[in-house]
């Protein structure tokens, strides 16, 4: 390994791997630094060809999640916003240069529930948005049952310890420093963004499914109508992508949204028949027929069904 590029370092049961200058390189995905569910980094390569007409507007993500997205644009200026005030909180200590010192961090069941009755103390007494609390959630998110984020009624971090052989923990996050140099977070509902007239707008809302508890306030159908609504009044470049159910295909064919559907790299058990689910990409003040943008037209053309729209 070439230290003279390194920076960083992660735990793998005591052994120390280095984070790469490269991973941060324009050319690259960087890697999110939480596990998340839904994460969008494998869409990455099918938004970069919308992206790059628009590359020195403000990047602009209502609900941001685990960041795969900003992280695989990289954009110049960014402002990036989620209801997850554990998620912001931790991003904006990552903006600081944040270094875990203050916990341990291992792959063991006690430890882990000592950690998460401590972690939902510091909720209680209002002391979340602390290095502490911060630090915690990482470790939290590596450590549980598939790096699920989801809270019970009282705000409190209910997900069970996972079921993982090795996990990589990072104690040095200062390679994200850099990056996250021009980029706001902000906490809050997607309504409450500021937007302005240039901002290139990707929203990713939780999947219209039964499960939407990712926050206390949870994700309802119309939370969903409500976000497509605001989204259709932005006169910049607005991407949208959520499973591909009938009724959000109505949702945004209505808001005059251009729609194409996507095989998801996941799978979905219909009648005994597991296929890849549907992934719904809907875009809105693009130039032109999405179709037809350099780089994008082969990739989609190979993976939309016939006669879908």
């Given at each position: 390994?070439?230290?003279?590029?390194?920076?960083?370092?992660?735990?793998?049961?005591?052994?120390?791997?280095?984070?790469?200058l490269a991973d941060f390189d324009?050319?690259?995905?960087?890697?999110?630094?939480?596990?998340?569910?839904?994460?969008?980094?494998?869409?990455?390569?099918?938004?970069?060809?919308?992206?790059?007409?628009?590359?020195?507007?403000?990047?602009?993500?209502?609900?941001?999640?685990?960041?795969?997205?900003?992280?695989?644009?990289?954009?110049?200026?960014?402002?990036?916003?989620?209801?997850?005030?554990?998620?912001?909180?931790?991003?904006?200590?990552?903006?600081?240069?944040?270094?875990?010192?203050?916990?341990?961090?291992?792959?063991?069941?006690?430890?882990?529930?000592?950690?998460?009755?401590?972690?939902?103390?510091?909720?209680?007494?209002?002391?979340?948005?602390?290095?502490?609390?911060?630090?915690?959630?990482?470790?939290l998110n590596r450590t549980c049952?598939?790096?699920?984020?989801r809270f019970n009624r009282a705000?409190?971090?209910?997900?069970?310890?996972?079921?993982?052989?090795?996990?990589?923990?990072?104690?040095?996050?200062?390679?994200?420093?850099?990056?996250?140099?021009?980029?706001?977070?902000?906490?809050?509902?997607?309504?409450?963004?500021?937007?302005?007239?240039?901002?290139?707008?990707?929203?990713?809302?939780?999947?219209?499914?039964?499960?939407?508890?990712?926050?206390?306030?949870?994700?309802?159908?119309?939370?969903?109508?409500?976000?497509?609504?605001?989204?259709?009044?932005?006169?910049?470049?607005?991407?949208?992508?959520?499973?591909?159910?009938?009724?959000?295909?109505?949702?945004?064919?209505?808001?005059?949204?251009?729609?194409?559907?996507?095989?998801?790299?996941?799978?979905?058990?219909?009648?005994?028949?597991?296929?890849?689910?549907?992934?719904?990409?809907?875009?809105?003040?693009?130039?032109?027929?999405?179709?037809?943008?350099?780089?994008?037209?082969?990739?989609?053309?190979?993976?939309?069904?016939?006669?879908?729209?």
């Open positions: 390994m070439n230290l003279k590029h390194s920076i960083g370092s992660a735990t793998q049961g005591g052994t120390h791997v280095s984070l790469k324009r050319t690259h995905v960087a890697k999110p630094p939480l596990k998340w569910a839904g994460g969008k980094r494998w869409l990455v390569p099918y938004l970069r060809p919308l992206w790059e007409p628009f590359r020195e507007c403000r990047l602009v993500e209502p609900m941001c999640g685990g960041l795969a997205v900003a992280l695989g644009l990289n954009p110049n200026k960014a402002l990036l916003n989620d209801i997850n005030t554990h998620a912001v909180n931790f991003f904006r200590w990552l903006k600081r240069g944040l270094v875990i010192t203050t916990i341990r961090m291992q792959n063991s069941s006690p430890l882990y529930y000592s950690h998460r009755s401590r972690f939902n103390e510091l909720v209680r007494s209002d002391k979340s948005e602390t290095k502490e609390a911060a630090e915690l959630f990482y470790y049952y598939n790096g699920l984020c705000g409190e971090f209910n997900v069970p310890f996972g079921r993982y052989r090795r996990i990589h923990y990072t104690r040095d996050f200062t390679a994200y420093k850099k990056a996250f140099r021009k980029w706001k977070f902000t906490m809050g509902d997607f309504a409450d963004v500021p937007l302005e007239q240039g901002d290139f707008v990707y929203a990713d809302p939780p999947y219209d499914v039964e499960f939407t508890a990712y926050s206390r306030e949870g994700f309802s159908w119309d939370d969903q109508v409500r976000l497509a609504q605001w989204l259709s009044k932005h006169p910049g470049p607005v991407v949208v992508s959520n499973q591909a159910t009938p009724r959000m295909r109505r949702l945004y064919t209505a808001q005059g949204f251009q729609l194409r559907i996507l095989d998801a790299p996941r799978l979905i058990s219909c009648n005994g028949d597991r296929k890849p689910a549907k992934e719904l990409l809907a875009v809105r003040n693009m130039p032109g027929n999405i179709l037809a943008l350099p780089g994008l037209s082969a990739r989609l053309s190979r993976m939309m069904p016939r006669g879908s729209n």
